[in-house]
T-cell receptor
Framework: GAGVSQTPSNKVTEKGKYVELRCDPI?????LYWYRQSLGQGPEFLIY????????DSGLPNDRFFAVRPEGSVSTLKIQRTERGDSAVYLC????????????FGQGTRLTVV | SQQGEEDPQALSIQEGENATMNCSYK?????LQWYRQNSGRGLVHLIL?????REKHSGRLRVTLDTSKKSSSLLITASRAADTASYFC???????????FGKGTLLTVNP
């Protein structure tokens, strides 16, 4: 596709439920990032993939959060036992390489836990 | 944790005026980037300035970087109502891939 695609654009779920958020990066981009943005804040780093492997997952807040990228393209962010504090916009970005390059962001998934 | 801190938090100007936003950061960087965000959704990359550069231009945008003061500024000249958005600085540090964002400046350009 032309840009980074994230689905769904909005997700409302009940506390305690499991959710999956999908990111389809720009074709050929090897680097993929997940960020989380709370209201009134800047995006905060969650995890970075280089190819299929998670090169840095230090930003994941706890073990309820997990992300995969099995074929080095599409990535899924998985949140178990959701809590109201997980409500935020989850942003995915990709770039052709790491280093001095820009990141291309998707439109995000707005997750609301009720 | 957020490294960059934008100043001011909010800025309201008239169309045609210039807008200046500042960013301060704490640790050494490889580059600093500015992004724009409309309505709290996707971010759009505006400009990247490397640590060995002092100034960069792109259309109506001018970015400066002072690594001795750990600060950067974004100047938008001849602003338009369509420039209304939140603007974030993001630093790329020693890890060379992770972007650390500030809290952003909300710019409102009144027609």
């Amino acid at each position: 596709g032309a840009g980074v695609s994230q689905t769904p654009s909005n997700k409302v779920t009940e506390k305690g439920k499991y959710v999956e958020l999908r990111c389809d990066p720009i074709s050929g981009h090897t680097a993929l990032y997940w960020y989380r943005q709370s209201l009134g804040q800047g995006p905060e780093f969650l995890i970075y993939f280089q190819g299929t492997g998670a090169a840095d997952d230090s930003g994941l807040p706890n073990d309820r959060f997990f992300a995969v990228r099995p074929e080095g393209s599409v990535s899924t962010l998985k949140i178990q036992r959701t809590e109201r504090g997980d409500s935020a916009v989850y942003l995915c970005a990709s770039s052709p390489q790491t280093g001095n390059t820009e990141a291309f962001f998707g439109q995000g998934t707005r997750l609301t836990v009720v | 944790s957020q490294q960059g801190e934008e100043d001011p938090q909010a800025l309201s100007i008239q169309e045609g005026e210039n807008a200046t936003m500042n960013c301060s950061y704490k640790t050494s960087i490889n580059n600093l980037q500015w992004y724009r965000q409309n309505s709290g959704r996707g971010l759009v990359h505006l400009i990247l300035i490397r640590s060995n550069e002092r100034e960069k231009h792109s259309g109506r945008l001018r970015v400066t970087l002072d690594t001795s003061k750990k600060s950067s500024s974004l100047l938008i000249t001849a602003s338009r109502a369509a420039d209304t958005a939140s603007y974030f600085c993001a630093t790329n540090g020693g890890s060379n891939y992770k972007l650390t964002f500030g809290k952003g400046t909300l710019l409102t350009v009144n027609p």
